[in-house]
């Protein structure tokens, strides 16, 4: 994001709004985040508005399939996911400059935000994260995305599965697979990733593996 002077801007340029949004995590860790005013948005990049997310039928189905494989797991979600997707080319957006933004008063009343990356809150915005991702996953990754939910995706060797859910992935497999994925997965993406088989909260179920034993 960089400031341009009102000037400029075209006079037919749509000019959205800017917010910033302060959160609590369930982990208790704070975080603030510049959001673009999707509501007002009025003009289409073209990309479609959703990101598909995995469904709980099949993320049932993962955790029964790595039980009865005894495959292990990790869960991971991306830093600030929207943000890595770039606008199509010649796509620009311009908002005004928020009150909480630190050269408002300096530059509130002559210039305007100029925005050439996806920001969360834009329409399209999900949409474009989850075409950005698909691209690491099947160009970098060369995984297969399944057929059955577009948001499974497996290599070829059958000793990994990912599910996926906006920007946060749940993984089951061998774990000299998952290690060396997730270890890769970070040349690509800032994410913040759960220990071989650590309990972790997914989809809102607490995910732990047990080991039982027969005697």
């Not at 000037?7 to 603030?32: A, H, M, T, W, Y």
Request: some cysteine; aromatic content about 12%.
């Amino acid at each position: 994001i960089s400031t341009i002077p009102k000037n400029q801007v075209p006079e037919d340029q749509e000019i959205g709004n800017c917010i910033v949004l302060l959160d609590r995590k369930r982990d208790g860790r704070r975080k603030s985040r510049t959001v673009y005013n999707g509501a007002s948005q009025k003009f289409k990049i073209g990309t479609g508005f959703v990101s598909p997310t995995l469904s709980q039928n099949t993320f049932a189905v993962l955790l029964a399939y790595a039980a009865q494989r005894g495959f292990d797991f990790r869960t991971a979600d991306v830093k600030s996911a929207f943000l890595y997707a770039d606008l199509p080319a010649g796509t620009e957006l311009f908002a005004k400059i928020p009150k909480s933004h630190p050269d408002f008063e300096k530059l509130g009343k002559t210039h305007y935000l100029k925005i050439t990356k996806n920001l969360y809150g834009t329409k399209e915005g999900p949409s474009l994260w989850w075409l950005h991702l698909l691209k690491i996953l099947k160009t970098k990754f060369h995984l297969v995305q399944s057929s059955v939910d577009e948001c499974v995706f497996f290599n070829v060797k059958l000793t990994m599965f990912l599910g996926i859910y906006v920007d946060d992935i749940f993984a089951v497999g061998d774990a000299r697979v998952l290690n060396n994925f997730f270890a890769d997965l970070r040349k690509e993406l800032t994410i913040r990733c759960t220990e071989l088989n650590e309990a972790a909260d997914f989809l809102g179920a607490i995910v732990q593996k047990v080991m039982v034993s027969s005697a």
